[in-house]
């Protein structure tokens, strides 16, 4: 399957192959281990970011992932509270929420592919803006409240029950 060529003419030799490879990775959906049960409601979602892509992120006013969330990305409707989780220093940022609803390439150039220019890294995205600054939690303190899979991994849809703990403890953690 051929899911999308910038290349029309001449020069798709190499571009060809990494666009017909069946099923890349990056367009697969999220297995179901990763995906909130179909009888929960999404409470909330988690974005996650590095301390490269983190001043982007606040900066755009724009949160983003790989395109196999796009589905997931999608029920986010405005209002939603979000998260964000810099896995470079484990710790948990909000309070945010979606100011628009989730789409794909809302801003193609944000979090531009070197390779693919005009394509981002992260096309799930969506708009956001904080809803209350508060200080970042510490891994071992948001952990516990989060639904694990593979070992350390967590979801990132989170239920309605995970986000009220959430928030909870953003609000005994205080402000900056």
Not at 6 to 11: A, K, M, V
Not at 46 to 74: H, W
Request: charged residues 25%; proline residues 7%.
């Amino acid at each position: 399957k051929i899911f999308w060529n910038n290349n029309q003419g001449s020069s798709q030799g190499s571009s060809s192959k990494l666009l017909s490879s069946s099923h890349d990775k990056r367009f697969r959906s999220l297995p179901p281990t990763e995906m909130l049960p179909r009888n929960e409601t999404l409470g909330g979602y988690i974005f996650v970011c590095n301390n490269d892509t983190m001043q982007e992120d606040l900066k755009r006013q724009l949160f983003g992932l790989p395109q196999r969330y796009r589905d997931s990305v999608r029920a986010i409707q405005p209002g939603l509270p979000l998260f964000l989780y810099n896995y470079t220093t484990h710790q948990l940022h909000g309070i945010f929420e979606a100011s628009s609803f989730g789409g794909s390439n809302i801003d193609p150039t944000a979090w531009e592919d070197k390779k693919c220019r005009g394509e981002s890294r992260f096309p799930a995205q969506v708009r956001i803006r904080i809803r209350k600054q508060c200080k970042p939690l510490e891994e071992d303190s948001f952990r516990p409240v989060l639904h694990h899979y593979d070992g350390p991994k967590f979801r990132l849809q989170l239920s309605v029950p995970e986000v009220l703990e959430l928030l909870d403890l953003f609000t005994e953690n205080g402000s900056p």
